[in-house]
């Protein structure tokens, strides 16, 4: 027989490792209370307290569950005991049979868990010290140095529950500073991340009501952090009347269906400052915009385009936001990752989810410009514009050529920006300039549009290209030259291809003044 050679590995080592998978407290948190709603929870407490200093600070998830026995818990506390692809339950939330240890140990080196179950109550704690010290995978019993006050269910009187208790939080900062005050805001600004978080990718939970038609509804669930009630966030507006749920279609995944939901939001006219602000999300508005992706009623991606040509988010587009509803049996072809913040749609659905986007940015587009007439930019007449290329006629041949215009401000600023660096640049660009008019191989284009029109591109205005270039002409207007927003954004409507794009420039130019 062969020879076997153990190289189980050493639980010290590798638990640092496990420490690290990339959650943020916030994440680590809304996967602990995953587990809390798996099991039924109607009622969730979270509690992250500083307690005047980092190592004294603890963070208490503690819900109304099912609960577990004495075995159930162990099972639980045992990394990895449930495998993956083992098949589960269509309202569970869980997927690796890692969540409650790698998120708790992401935070903090000591979780103590209790949970009462039939009116038995255990308690248990993974101390990464002690693991680290005996370099053995072993829970202990009781709650160690923990005060067991600090144990609390949600309610006085459960019938049953679990509370995870993470103290040590070493993690919940990212990195030290030594500084106590400013410790204490970078703690207090986590407390309000986390409390965004949670009220969005748990909104359906928290509020029912907004989840769509024709799909089940989850029993509603009462969570407070650090003692005031959660409030769920609906990235679709869904009860106000200007919201405008534009197309409904299913997708199906390996023989299931996928509801896909295109809304577009109310535009800014219609929204009140206080609602604008709030229906800009966590992220804010622009990267709000794309797919928020569910995965039994739980949010798991909250925008962001997706599939074929994935636009980028664009100022314009930010109306547009789509549901998709996924069930659990669809991680594997969506790769769901491990933290759950993560969903990438299988090859074959690339094209679908492509073409959706596409659909939901142009209706975004209409809306965006439509209702804002009054404030977005007239386009010029064309003969006053200035164009990217010249057509010239060559006077001792005859022959036609085309240049780079040099009057255009793109190439004006760069040309000018060359010059106070060195004039010998802008000598070198000319030449280059020169070099490309006289040698644009027009013959082979001609023979290829000929053959194939539709191969060639089509530039549109959401091409980075565009965009980035009126930017940085806006910005030297306004900054170099001083000039104002009125008079800038007349220059760049006289300049192709902008002209085209008047919704680009009134974008940059909001860009710009929400940035001051
Ligand atoms: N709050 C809870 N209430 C009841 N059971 C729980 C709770 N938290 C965890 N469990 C049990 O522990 C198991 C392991 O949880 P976890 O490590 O998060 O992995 P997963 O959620 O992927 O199964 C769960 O499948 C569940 O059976
Ligand atoms: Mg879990």
Same mark, same amino acid.
């Given at each position: 027989?062969?020879?076997?050679?153990?190289?189980?590995?050493?639980?010290?080592?590798?638990?640092?490792?496990?420490?690290?998978?990339?959650?943020?407290?916030?994440?680590?948190?809304?996967?602990?209370?995953?587990?809390?709603?798996?099991?039924?929870?109607?009622?969730?407490?979270?509690?992250?307290?500083?307690?005047?200093?980092?190592?004294?600070?603890?963070?208490?998830?503690?819900?109304?569950?099912?609960?577990?026995?004495?075995?159930?818990?162990?099972?639980?506390?045992?990394?990895?005991?449930?495998?993956?692809?083992?098949?589960?339950?269509?309202?569970?939330?869980?997927?690796?049979?890692?969540?409650?240890?790698?998120?708790?140990?992401?935070?903090?080196?000591?979780?103590?868990?209790?949970?009462?179950?039939?009116?038995?109550?255990?308690?248990?704690?993974?101390?990464?010290?002690?693991?680290?010290?005996?370099?053995?995978?072993?829970?202990?019993?009781?709650?160690?140095?923990?005060?067991?006050?600090?144990?609390?269910?949600?309610?006085?009187?459960?019938?049953?529950?679990?509370?995870?208790?993470?103290?040590?939080?070493?993690?919940?900062?990212?990195?030290?500073?030594?500084?106590?005050?400013?410790?204490?805001?970078?703690?207090?600004?986590?407390?309000?991340?986390?409390?965004?978080?949670?009220?969005?990718?748990?909104?359906?939970?928290?509020?029912?009501?907004?989840?769509?038609?024709?799909?089940?509804?989850?029993?509603?669930?009462?969570?407070?952090?650090?003692?005031?009630?959660?409030?769920?966030?609906?990235?679709?507006?869904?009860?106000?009347?200007?919201?405008?749920?534009?197309?409904?279609?299913?997708?199906?995944?390996?023989?299931?269906?996928?509801?896909?939901?295109?809304?577009?939001?109310?535009?800014?006219?219609?929204?009140?400052?206080?609602?604008?602000?709030?229906?800009?999300?966590?992220?804010?508005?622009?990267?709000?915009?794309?797919?928020?992706?569910?995965?039994?009623?739980? *949010?798991?991606? /909250?925008? !962001?385009? &997706? =599939?074929?040509? #994935?636009? +980028?988010?664009?100022?314009?587009?930010?109306?547009? $936001?789509?549901?998709?509803?996924?069930?659990?049996?669809?991680?594997?072809?969506?790769?769901?990752?491990?933290?759950?913040?993560?969903?990438?749609?299988?090859?074959? *659905?690339?094209? /679908?989810? !492509?073409? &959706? =986007?596409?659909? #939901?940015? +142009?209706?975004?587009?209409?809306?965006?410009?439509? $209702?804002?007439?009054?404030?977005?930019?007239?386009?010029?007449?064309?003969?006053?514009?200035?164009?990217?290329?010249?057509?010239?006629?060559?006077?001792?041949?005859?022959?036609?050529?085309?240049?780079?215009?040099?009057?255009?401000?793109?190439? +004006?600023?760069?040309?000018?920006?060359?010059?106070?660096?060195?004039?010998?640049?802008?000598?070198?660009?000319?030449?280059?300039?020169?070099?490309?008019?006289?040698?644009?191989?027009?013959?082979?284009?001609?023979?290829?549009?000929?053959?194939?029109?539709?191969?060639?591109?089509?530039?549109?205005?959401?091409?980075?290209?565009?965009?980035?270039?009126?930017?940085?002409?806006?910005?030297?207007?306004?900054?170099?030259?001083?000039?104002?927003?009125?008079?800038?954004?007349?220059?760049?409507?006289?300049?192709?291809?902008?002209?085209?794009?008047?919704?680009?420039?009134?974008?940059?130019?909001?860009?710009?003044?929400?940035?001051?």
């Amino acid at each position: 027989m062969d020879e076997e050679v153990d190289l189980s590995p050493k639980p010290g080592a590798l638990i640092e490792s496990l420490r690290s998978l990339g959650y943020t407290p916030k994440t680590a948190i809304a996967d602990i209370i995953d587990n809390s709603i798996t099991a039924g929870a109607k009622r969730i407490n979270i509690d992250m307290r500083w307690n005047g200093g980092l190592e004294h600070s603890t963070v208490t998830i503690s819900d109304n569950g099912c609960g577990m026995n004495e075995e159930e818990l162990k099972l639980a506390l045992r990394p990895g005991a449930i495998s993956p692809t083992a098949i589960r339950k269509d309202k569970d939330l869980g997927r690796f049979g890692l969540g409650m240890k790698t998120a708790s140990w992401s935070i903090g080196r000591l979780m103590v868990i209790k949970s009462r179950k039939e009116r038995k109550e255990h308690i248990f704690r993974w101390d990464l010290d002690h693991v680290v010290k005996t370099e053995r995978w072993v829970v202990q019993s009781g709650t160690g140095d923990v005060e067991e006050s600090l144990l609390m269910f949600p309610t006085q009187r459960v019938k049953s529950g679990t509370v995870v208790h993470i103290a040590r939080c070493d993690k919940i900062m990212g990195s030290k500073t030594p500084n106590y005050n400013d410790n204490q805001k970078a703690h207090t600004a986590i407390v309000k991340e986390t409390r965004e978080h949670l009220e969005m990718v748990f909104h359906r939970f928290l509020d029912p009501k907004t989840t769509p038609e024709g799909q089940e509804k989850p029993s509603k669930v009462e969570m407070t952090l650090n003692g005031k009630k959660c409030v769920g966030w609906d990235p679709f507006l869904v009860s106000h009347d200007g919201t405008n749920l534009y197309e409904e279609e299913t997708v199906k995944c390996e023989g299931s269906p996928i509801k896909v939901r295109t809304y577009i939001l109310p535009h800014r006219d219609r929204l009140t400052d206080e609602q604008r602000a709030k229906a800009a999300g966590p992220k804010g508005w622009n990267l709000q915009q794309g797919f928020y992706i569910y995965r039994a009623n739980r *949010l798991i991606v /909250s925008g !962001g385009w &997706i =599939g074929k040509s #994935a636009a +980028k988010p664009e100022e314009h587009t930010k109306l547009a $936001r789509v549901s998709v509803d996924l069930i659990q049996s669809m991680d594997k072809a969506w790769n769901l990752d491990i933290l759950k913040s993560k969903a990438r749609p299988p090859a074959n *659905l690339r094209d /679908s989810f !492509g073409r &959706i =986007g596409a659909a #939901a940015r +142009k209706e975004a587009k209409k809306a965006y410009a439509s $209702r804002g007439r009054r404030a977005a930019p007239r386009r010029p007449r064309t003969g006053q514009v200035q164009p990217i290329w010249l057509a010239r006629k060559d006077k001792t041949t005859s022959n036609w050529y085309f240049e780079i215009n040099k009057e255009h401000n793109s190439t +004006k600023l760069l040309l000018t920006k060359l010059l106070e660096t060195d004039p010998y640049l802008k000598k070198l660009l000319l030449s280059l300039l020169r070099l490309i008019a006289k040698t644009i191989p027009v013959s082979h284009i001609i023979a290829e549009y000929a053959e194939d029109e539709d191969a060639f591109p089509h530039y549109s205005g959401e091409e980075d290209g565009v965009r980035d270039a009126a930017e940085q002409i806006y910005r030297h207007l306004r900054e170099e030259k001083s000039l104002t927003a009125e008079r800038a954004i007349e220059i760049l409507l006289l300049l192709q291809p902008f002209n085209e794009h008047p919704e680009i420039i009134q974008g940059i130019h909001e860009n710009y003044m929400e940035s001051k």
